[in-house]
C-alpha cells in the first residue's frame, strides 16, 4: 500500500517473517556433548499466558470505546535469560545446528473451546532491546499506514489502480447486485444477462459511474429510481467510503 515508508516496510516484514514451522521448544543443561534435558514448564507457562491474555483482549475489545473505531495491533514477546539459545533445522534427515537471537512463530492453542493462532516473538534477554524498537518502528509504520495509506487508498488507489480495486469490490459486488434485483421485482423486468460485469470508475466531471452490462432502459429505470440509488448509495459507502455523486451506466466492455 502506498502512503507509507516503504524502505521501513521492507525492513519490519524481513524482521516479522513467519517462513519458518517451529515444532518445539526444548531446554537443555549441562556443558559439552553430553545435555540433559531441562524442566520446559517456564516456556510453556509464558507462551499460554501469553495467548490467553490476547485470547481475554480479543474478546474484551468490541464492548471497550463503543462510541468510537479504533485499530489494534496486538504484537506477542516471550524472553527466555539463557546462555544460548540454538535453533535446529530440520530437512528430511538432515540437521541444521545455529545459535540465533530470536524467532518468530505460530502458535494455536484452544482456549475457552476457541481456536487461537497467535503469532509470537521468542527473544534471548539479550535481543530485549533490539526487539522493542522494532516494535517501536511497526508501531510507527502502523499509525503512518493509518493516518495515510489507508485514506489514500480510498481516495486515489482504488480509482486508479486495478488490483486496488478488487480488494474492495471482488465479491462484493454480489450484495449490491442481489438487492437491485430484489428491489425491481415487480416494477421492471430484469433479463438473465443484466448486471453483470459491474465496473466502478471516476469520469472526467469527478462523478463515479456504477457500470453494469444492461439494457438502456434499465440503466435509465434505476437512475431515476430512488429506492435504487439509495441501496447503491449505501453500499458504496460500506464498501468504498464513497459519499459523492455517481450515475448508473453502460459497461460497454466488448465480451
Known amino acids: 500500500?502506498?502512503?507509507?515508508?516503504?524502505k521501513i516496510h521492507k525492513e519490519l516484514d524481513a524482521k516479522f517473517e513467519y517462513n519458518k514451522t517451529v515444532f518445539a521448544f526444548r531446554e537443555y543443561?549441562?556443558?559439552?556433548?553430553?545435555?540433559?534435558?531441562?524442566?520446559?514448564?517456564?516456556?510453556?507457562?509464558?507462551?499460554?499466558?501469553?495467548i490467553k491474555s490476547q485470547a481475554y483482549e480479543l474478546e474484551s475489545l468490541p464492548m471497550r470505546r463503543q462510541d468510537r473505531k479504533y485499530y489494534y495491533n496486538l504484537n506477542l514477546?516471550?524472553?527466555?535469560?539463557?546462555?544460548?539459545?540454538?535453533?535446529?533445522e530440520c530437512n528430511?534427515?538432515?540437521?541444521?545446528?545455529?545459535?540465533?537471537?530470536?524467532?518468530?512463530?505460530v502458535n494455536r492453542f484452544l482456549v475457552?473451546?476457541?481456536?487461537?493462532?497467535?503469532r509470537i516473538v521468542f527473544a534471548k534477554l539479550s535481543a530485549l532491546e533490539e526487539v522493542i524498537e522494532d516494535f517501536n518502528n511497526l508501531h510507527k509504520l502502523n499509525i503512518d499506514l493509518v493516518g495515510n495509506g489507508i485514506p489514500r487508498f480510498y481516495e486515489k488507489e482504488i480509482w486508479e489502480d486495478y488490483y486496488?480495486?478488487?480488494?474492495?469490490?471482488?465479491?462484493?459486488?454480489?450484495?449490491?447486485?442481489?438487492?437491485?434485483?430484489?428491489e425491481?421485482?415487480?416494477?421492471?423486468?430484469?433479463?438473465q444477462d443484466d448486471f453483470r460485469w459491474p465496473y466502478f470508475m471516476i469520469n472526467e466531471q469527478a462523478v463515479l459511474e456504477v457500470q453494469f452490462n444492461a439494457s438502456e432502459e434499465l440503466i435509465d429505470y434505476i437512475n431515476n429510481d430512488e429506492k435504487s440509488n439509495k441501496i447503491t448509495a449505501e453500499w458504496l459507502k460500506d464498501n468504498f467510503r464513497y459519499t459523492g455523486k455517481f450515475i448508473f451506466t453502460l459497461n460497454e466492455l466488448p465480451f
Open 164 to 182: 486496488a480495486k478488487k480488494i474492495v469490490v471482488n465479491g462484493a459486488e454480489d450484495d449490491l447486485i442481489s438487492e437491485l434485483k430484489y
Open 112 to 118: 475457552n473451546k476457541k481456536e487461537h493462532n497467535s
Open 77 to 88: 514477546l516471550t524472553v527466555a535469560d539463557v546462555g544460548k539459545f540454538i535453533e535446529l
Open 92 to 105: 528430511n534427515d538432515d540437521f541444521t545446528e545455529k545459535e540465533i537471537e530470536r524467532i518468530n512463530y
Open 29 to 50: 543443561e549441562g556443558k559439552g556433548e553430553v545435555k540433559k534435558i531441562g524442566q520446559d514448564s517456564a516456556i510453556f507457562e509464558s507462551i499460554i499466558t501469553l
Open 1 to 6: 500500500m502506498k502512503g507509507c515508508d516503504e
Open 184 to 191: 425491481l421485482q415487480g416494477k421492471f423486468r430484469v433479463q
